[in-house]
Structure formats: structure tokens, C-alpha cells
């Protein structure tokens, strides 16, 4: 996402917040009056305050404390938050080679019967299909009295009510009560049974509120019948939909065995092959099934998300294995144990673990549901990159100790996404590609999708940039591949989903931002020689392609109607966002050919992106909101995707900028973030919904159009939300109405797109940026709002770029130490109507005139040019 300059606005009043401000023992006063800032290693404590103290950190080790990421690839639980049934010392999990725990299960009953010839009936029953084995299964209503808790009736009206199962019997049957056996994709919760007695039905018994999935329920006394009929009236709401699932009805209630479980808790979200060193068992293979979980909220007895489950696989929503009995040490890979039973998935990402002494009816005879197992540990193998203090090639550090935390946070949710292109590890559905396979790649999650987008790279691979550029080739990998998979016709795929072919309208155009941020960061002319080819047919074949007669992009041209876009939104025709991020990338685009010599290129992708600019301005302005409308058709609706990147792409001008940053504050602003639309006639509860990704440009609009502080206030709700909310640390793909998980149990916990709050405070809070490709030169602007110090280290081809200032009522001091190879530019906030600048001792700006020619002083700030290798002390002084 590009970056533009305005001139500085009002800023909108933030929302009050409790933070912690870092503050150090001793004051600037002496040294702000000298004109110098206070030195990095001054002695300093971490403080509770209301305000900003404006000191400066202890020293330039003191961010290590925020490192999140793990210390090797061993990660052990850090507690057990819950155990069920027959489980001895659970704690014992947590120390490996000492005491050990015990789960036992006595072997089961056998469950009672119908009597030969019952039937059953149902008010619908859903067509047949392949179900969770791939297999073909039927849903009929006699499932229910087979005597087999593998198949189960399914209904056939999702989320419409009652639904009913009659069953009859071929003589009187005394019944004292039945057992209605069902499933964790989703149980009855509300229910009535009724017999079958003297030509009519008498309710017996009702149940409301069950979440158990057998649910025993007694007669208040025996009844003689032919008959039973369940009608339901409410079910759980899951991934799997709001249809009744009864696997079993027994003539008789049935109490369930409480089953031994143990809960783990790692902490935080992890990624990796979990482990079990099981020390012994009994000599029956008794069966463990493992759930998985990134949050307390979605851990039941099936795993939140399984990619066994997503491509209609055999995982039943749990991890399987069958325990012999001298014991082994267990690591979580995808495939059966034996004989097409006992199936593992593999890799996960989640923070809880729970583990369960059971097995699946289909694995019998391999695992079996009872006995008795031994566990000394549980750990996992790590495969994300391991950032420790060591590893970290740019850091931040900031006064405020939330803004701390949320930079870090980022940095580790794009570790856990930042891993090797695995074949039994990647989204199952046809994401796999020879061309990937064992290379390191930027995937979306930790869970989901494991799978590199090129939209997801504009915000996770800035995040990578600023903190492990030694992992670059992650991003170029990605962003090659793609390009080597284009199309005839210049589109460029979003992934390697669905082998290359699914169809995005956006998505192209951040393949070639993100292009332009991989050289601009790293400095790689030989990728940006490689594809410009490719570069010319996206820009010059497929967009225009979908021009109309306006010079607008206009989704449903060219057979693009279908196509989705980040969120696969219903919408087509002339968007602000397509536009908007067109004008982005005809920018970006020419300045790849203008540093490859290409100058016609660049000037032609110029002129058409100011004359896109134009024709947004023309048409897709709405004068009573005062902010882009989404759509120029269709309902009225305003989106802070497009508004924000008119902004940041410089469509906008100054006025409108502020207007429509004035409108989603107005308009969007939640606890939890602002929202994405403004109103919900795209779907319903759109205006509740928070991107994180398109959250990004918004900040970065607030911070350069003069709005540090409102760009901070967003910040804190969003950021803060996450961090507050299990699991904690990691940055959600999406939060839904009042903060929810915005799509469930499938909502990814920790998605790279949404950790576009670290290369917000490093380029716009901090303020510096390359300005060319390989940090040949940048920029240092800082936006500092009401933070009272920052500092950080960027790294670049050439060495790291240090930068430091101290922000006080009267005066503002920069530090900045710049590596061999690279000069650059710094603008200081101005500080009252007449101000004194300094570069060390020597004064540069003497409050009326420069006494240097590389010095200037504007309504932007203080201008110092031509900043060589070295280090540079510059302040100011009203």
C-alpha cells in the first residue's frame, strides 16, 4: 500500500484509554534546551502513567522483554486448564521425565436395542454425498435405529424449524426413557419426545439447552408404546450448519460415561507437529483423539478446523491414534495408522490442546475406546520462523507499552506464518504445487489458509521487511511463482488455489505492489528485470481489458462478473477500491520502469494513473456523505477500503481527504476497530465487520494527513481488541459484531494480513522509509502524536538504519544513525512560530533563515536535506 503526503488537518479527539506509558527517571529539560536529545542509555524503569513522560528507554536492549516468538523449536504447554473423567495428575504433562498422566476408561456396555423390524420416518431428510471419509453416505431417517453411531439422519431444512423423527415399533414397547445420540458438528438443543398411546401422542418428556451430545432422557414413569416421535425445535449453530443430526435413538436412557480428557494451554498460538511421549498402555490399543483449538470459545470435542474436514476428508475433526502398549513417542503426521483407520492430519495452528482416551467406531479394531494410557510430556515441533532477540534485524521501542505489544504481537503472527511450502501441510483444496514445494513462503495463518495470497504479502511482507529481511526470499518466492503462472491474457492468479485459477479481480494489481515493495526494500534488480515483462501484460493487456468508456475499472467486463476480490464481495461495476488500488499500482508499476530505465513505461502509467484519478474524482465521489462511495451502483454505501486508499494512493486532495476520514469516523467507528462498510446493504452486518487489512491504509491515511492521533485512537481499539481477547498476542483475519469471531471456529486467530500495525508505527509513528529501491535513500518524518519518545532500527542491504527522537512540549529531538551507501532526508515536527534548528552543536536554521542550504521550514515541518553516512543529531527549539 502506497503512502501520499497532505497537508496536516485537525485531529479527531482519540477515544480514552488506559495505557502504560515507559518513562524514564530524569527529564529533557536541559537537554532539550541545549537542543540535543537524550541518549538512548539513559537509566529509565517501566511505569504506570496517565501521560507521556518524556524520557527516553533504559537502553536499546529493553524491547527484547516483547519478543514473543519461542526459544527453539521445542515449545512445551505453559498450563492444563481443564481435565474430564478418570485422569491422574494432569499437571504432570507440564514436566516432562518426572511423574507421569494416567487416563483410564472401563470398556463400554453395549448399548441397547430396538427390537427387530423398528422403522423410522422424518420430516426431511438431506440428499446423499460424500461425507467426512469421502465416502458415499446416506442421511435417511432409519440411521438413527441401525445400531451404528457412524451414520446418523440428517435433516434437510437448514435452520428452519420443527423438524421431527418418528419412530415405531412392531409390538408394545415398555420404555422408562430413550437416549438421543448425535455429533459435534452440531447437537439438538431443543427438543420434545411424545408416545404413541391410545390413538393419540402425549408429550412425556421436553428438553431445552442441551449441548451434550448423548443426551439421556427419563420418563417420569414407564409407558407402554408402539410409538416415538422427536420433534425438534433447535439445534447448534456450527461450521457445519443448523441441521439435526441424530446418530442413534436407544430405547432407554443412557447416562454417559464422563470420557477422560486432558486441556493444555501453550500460552499463546503455536504452529507445528505436536507431540506425545506416551509411556506406556494397556494391551487393548486403546484410541486417543485429539481437538485443536485457537481459542477457549470454539474447543469442544472436535478440532475448530482441519484441513481433513475442508477437503470432505477422514479426520471426523479430531487428530487419531492408537497407543501400544509399551509406550512410544508419538509426532502428529498426516496419513492412517493402519488400514485406512486411525487418521492423523498433521500440522496445526492453535493454542489449546485436548486430549481425549477415545476413538472413532470405524477404527475399531485398530483404536478402541477405553483401556488405559500413560503420557510423560506433550511439546510441539515448531515449524514457523523462530524469532528470538538474536534473529531480529529491525526492532521498535516506543513510550507507550501497548503500541510496544502490538508491534511485537505482529511481528510474531507473521513468524508463525512465515514457514517451508509442505505438501501434507498446504490448503487441500488443489493448493499444492511442485513450483512451491520446500520452499520458504509467506503463508495467510497459522491454521488457514496455508497458502500464499499476493494480497496478503502488501501488509505481511512490509512486516517481514522491517523485522527478518534475511527472510526475503520467502516473499520473491511467492511473488515469482505467481508470475511464472500467469495467464495468456496478463491476469496474474491471487494463489496457488484451485491450481492457479482462482479467479480475483484485485489481486493482480497487489502483485505488482508488492513487487515494487520487494525491490524497494531489498534492492533486487534482477526479480525486477526478470518479470517486467510480466509487469507490462498486467498493466497494459488485462486491465485494460476491464476499462470502460469513463477510463474506470468496471468489474463484469471482459467476463469478470463472477470474479471475487479480498473478501470475495457481490460487488461489480465501477468500485472505488478496484480504482483506487489501480491508481496504487499504475504507480508503483512506473516506478519499477523508470528505475529500469524504461522511462516511456513509467510516463505512460503516469499520465493514465492521474487520469484514473480524475474520472474517481468525476464519479465516484458523493458530495452529501463527503467520502467515496463504494459502488456507482446499487445502494449508497461508503467503504474504508476505497476511501482509504483514494488517500493513500493520492487520488484524493486534501479537503476530500480530511471529508472522508471526518465520514469514517463518523460512521464506522467500534470498540473493536473501524468498520469496513458503513452500512449493511452488501450484507448483513457489514458495518460490523473489522478488517485489520483494509484497518491499514486508514491508519496510515490518519497518520500522514496530520491525524497522528486519531491514527493511534484506531490503533488502540483495534489492536487492543486482539491483544485483550483470547488467544491473545495474534492478529485476527477478521473481528465480527461485538468482536466477535467474525466467521466462527474457521476464523483464523493469526493472519499476516492483519499486522499492519508494525509497519505503521515503524514507517508513519517512528517515521522512516526507503525512498528508493534498496534504501539507496529514504525518508524519516515522523507522525508523532501525543507519544512522548520512539525508536527503531531498520534494516537495509546497506546496514541498519537507526533512528531516534524525544518529542516534548518545546522542542523535538532526532538522533539518527545511517548506514555506508545510503543519504536521505528527515523532517522534524515544527515546534511554535519561530524555532531554532541545530545539528549537533551547530545551529542550522537560526529562526528566521537557514544557515546551511539543505535546510528548509514549511508548514510541514523542518526539512533537513543531504544526510550522508554517520550519525546525525538534529533538534528543535522553539
Known amino acids: 500500500m502506497s503512502s501520499r503526503r497532505s497537508i496536516p488537518q485537525p485531529e479527531p479527539q482519540p477515544t480514552p484509554a488506559r495505557r502504560t506509558v515507559i518513562a524514564a527517571g530524569a527529564g529533557v529539560a536541559a537537554l532539550s534546551a541545549a537542543g540535543l536529545p537524550l541518549s538512548a542509555a539513559s537509566p529509565a524503569a517501566a511505569a504506570p502513567s496517565g501521560g507521556g513522560a518524556h524520557s527516553a528507554p533504559r537502553s536499546r536492549t529493553s524491547w527484547h522483554r516483547y519478543v514473543q516468538g519461542p526459544s527453539s523449536r521445542t515449545v512445551r504447554p505453559v498450563a492444563v486448564t481443564a481435565s474430564t473423567g478418570d485422569v491422574r495428575s494432569p499437571e504432570a504433562l507440564l514436566r516432562p521425565g518426572g511423574s507421569t498422566t494416567v487416563l483410564r476408561r472401563p470398556e463400554p456396555v453395549p448399548a441397547p436395542r430396538w427390537p427387530q423390524g423398528t422403522t423410522a420416518q422424518a420430516s426431511s431428510t438431506h440428499a446423499g454425498n460424500n461425507g467426512n471419509d469421502g465416502k458415499p453416505r446416506t442421511y435417511d431417517a432409519g440411521n438413527a435405529v441401525d445400531g451404528d453411531p457412524d451414520t446418523f439422519w440428517n435433516d434437510d431444512t437448514l435452520g428452519v424449524f420443527p423438524d421431527t423423527l418418528t419412530i415405531t415399533v412392531p409390538a408394545a414397547e415398555q420404555l422408562s426413557g430413550i437416549t438421543v445420540v448425535s455429533n459435534s458438528d452440531g447437537v439438538p438443543t431443543d427438543f420434545a419426545v411424545e408416545v404413541w398411546q391410545n390413538d393419540a401422542w402425549h408429550t412425556v418428556a421436553t428438553v431445552s439447552d442441551n449441548d451434550a451430545i448423548q443426551r439421556a432422557v427419563p420418563f417420569a414413569q414407564p409407558v407402554s408404546t408402539t410409538g416415538i416421535r422427536i420433534t425438534l425445535t433447535g439445534v447448534q449453530d456450527t461450521p457445519r450448519g443448523a441441521f439435526t443430526r441424530i446418530n442413534e435413538v436407544w430405547p432407554a436412557p443412557v447416562a454417559p460415561v464422563v470420557v477422560p480428557s486432558v486441556t493444555v494451554d501453550f500460552g499463546k498460538v503455536v504452529v507445528g507437529y505436536p507431540r506425545i511421549r506416551f509411556a506406556s498402555a494397556s494391551d487393548n490399543s486403546p484410541g486417543v483423539r485429539l481437538a485443536f483449538s485457537e481459542t477457549k470459545e470454539c474447543l469442544s470435542d472436535r478440532s475448530d478446523f482441519t484441513r481433513s474436514d475442508q477437503a470432505g476428508g477422514t479426520g471426523q475433526g479430531t487428530d487419531q491414534f492408537a497407543v501400544p502398549a509399551g509406550g512410544i513417542t508419538w509426532q502428529d503426521h498426516k496419513g492412517f495408522l493402519q488400514d485406512g483407520k486411525v487418521y492423523a492430519d498433521g500440522l496445526h495452528g492453535f493454542r489449546y490442546l485436548k486430549i481425549t482416551l477415545d476413538a472413532l467406531a470405524s477404527d475399531a479394531p485398530v483404536a478402541q475406546p477405553w483401556g488405559r494410557v500413560e503420557i510423560d510430556s506433550v511439546d510441539l515441533d515448531f515449524t514457523g520462523y523462530v524469532g528470538t532477540p538474536g534473529t531480529y534485524r529491525g526492532w521498535f521501542l516506543c513510550s507507550d507499552d501497548d503500541l510496544n505489544r502490538y508491534w511485537y504481537g505482529a511481528s510474531y503472527t507473521n513468524e508463525l506464518v512465515t514457514d517451508t511450502f509442505r505438501q501434507d501441510d498446504v490448503d487441500p483444496r488443489d493448493a499444492w504445487s511442485a513450483s512451491l514445494e520446500g520452499r520458504l513462503v509467506l503463508h495467510d495463518g497459522a491454521k488457514r489458509d496455508r497458502d500464499p495470497y499476493v494480497g496478503d504479502l502488501a501488509v505481511s511482507a512490509r512486516t517481514l521487511y522491517l523485522t527478518h529481511d534475511d527472510t526475503a526470499a520467502a516473499v520473491r518466492n511467492v511473488l515469482a511463482d505467481l508470475a511464472d ?284 522509509r526507503p525512498t528508493s529501491p534498496g534504501y539507496g535513500t529514504w525518508e524519516v518524518r515522523p507522525h508523532v502524536g501525543s507519544v512522548a519518545w520512539a525508536q527503531g532500527q531498520l534494516p537495509t542491504p546497506h546496514g541498519p538504519l537507526r533512528v531516534e527522537w524525544v518529542n516534548a512540549a518545546r522542542s523535538f529531538a532526532l538522533t539518527l544513525h545511517v548506514p555506508d551507501g545510503t543519504s536521505g532526508v528527515a523532517v522534524l515536527p515544527v515546534r511554535g512560530s519561530r524555532v531554532v534548528v541545530r545539528d549537533g552543536e551547530r545551529v542550522i536554521w537560526d529562526g528566521r533563515r537557514p544557515t546551511s542550504r539543505d535546510v528548509s521550514v514549511d508548514a510541514e515541518g523542518v526539512t533537513v536535506r543531504g544526510l550522508g553516512p554517520g550519525i546525525h543529531r538534529l533538534s528543535v527549539t522553539s
Open 485 to 768: 503462472h500467469q495467464r495468456a491474457d496478463g491476469w496474474i492468479p491471487p494463489a496457488s488455489i484451485a491450481n492457479y485459477t482462482l479467479p480475483l479481480f484485485d489481486y493482480p494489481l497487489w502483485w505488482v505492489t508488492c513487487s515494487w515493495d520487494y525491490v524497494l526494500y531489498t534492492g533486487d534488480r534482477s526479480y525486477a528485470a526478470r518479470y517486467y515483462p510480466h509487469l507490462l501484460k498486467v498493466l497494459d493487456t488485462w486491465y485494460p481489458s476491464v476499462t470502460d468508456d469513463a477510463g474506470l475499472l468496471s468489474k463484469g467486463l471482459n467476463g469478470t462478473g463472477g470474479y471475487g476480490d479480498y473478501a470475495f464481495l457481490g460487488r461489480t461495476g465501477r468500485i472505488t477500491y478496484y480504482n483506487a488500488l489501480y491508481v496504487q499500482g499504475l504507480n508503483d508499476g512506473a516506478a519499477i520502469a523508470r528505475w529500469l530505465g524504461h522511462k516511456a513505461d513509467a510516463e505512460r502509467w503516469e499520465a493514465r494513473a492521474r487520469e484514473t484519478a480524475r474520472a474517481i474524482n468525476t464519479h465516484l465521489w458523493d458530495g452529501s456523505a463527503g467520502a467515496y462511495l463504494d459502488s456507482a451502483t446499487g445502494p449508497v454505501r461508503h467503504a474504508q477500503d476505497g476511501n482509504a486508499l483514494a488517500i493513500t494512493a493520492g487520488v484524493a486532495g486534501a479537503d476530500r481527504a480530511a471529508s472522508a476520514l471526518d465520514h469514517l469516523a463518523a460512521t464506522t467507528q467500534r470498540p473493536y476497530g473501524n468498520a469496513f462498510m458503513d452500512n449493511d446493504t452488501l450484507f448483513a452486518d457489514a458495518s460490523q465487520r473489522v478488517y485489520a487489512f483494509t484497518s491499514y491504509p486508514e491508519i496510515v491515511a490518519r497518520f500522514e494527513t496530520g491525524g497522528a492521533d486519531s491514527a493511534l485512537d484506531q490503533i488502540r481499539r483495534t489492536y487492543g481488541w486482539m491483544d485483550t481477547h483470547d488467544p491473545g498476542i495474534t492478529h485476527w483475519e477478521g473481528i465480527g459484531p461485538d468482536g466477535s469471531l467474525y466467521e466462527g471456529a474457521y476464523t483464523s486467530m493469526a493472519h499476516g494480513w492483519s499486522t499492519g500495525v508494525l509497519p505503521a508505527l515503524t514507517h508513519q509513528l517512528l517515521g522512516a
